[in-house]
């Protein structure tokens, strides 16, 4: 709803953006050579395709990919990354715990 989205994403080093709207980040709305991380992730109907769909994100990446100096593809960009952190996170939490379970038994 930022009524001047493009005035603040043309100064923005990085932008991350997840708003849910395919293709929704141009390429005049970014500056040359920011980094952009796509988080959005939306199945768009394509006939060609098995599915019937195919999924995108939420920047133009063909054209975006142009001016910056590192995009992030969707799919295979942040959500491995994801994937990642969170086996990571479910670890740390089971080593807490048993540290905590020793902790009560002494």
Known sequence: ????????TSQADIIIIAVGIPNFLKAEMVK???VVIDVGITRVPDDSKPKGYRITGDVDFENVSKKASYITP???????????????NTL????????REKELKN
Do not use: C, S, W, Y
Not at 92 to 99: K, N, P, S
């Open 74 to 88: 969707v799919p295979g960009g942040v959500g491995p990354m994801t994937i990642a952190m969170l086996l990571k």
């Open 92 to 99: 740390l939490a089971r080593e807490t715990h048993r540290t």
């Open 32 to 34: 040359d050579d920011a």
């Open 1 to 8: 709803f930022t009524k001047n989205i493009t005035q603040i």
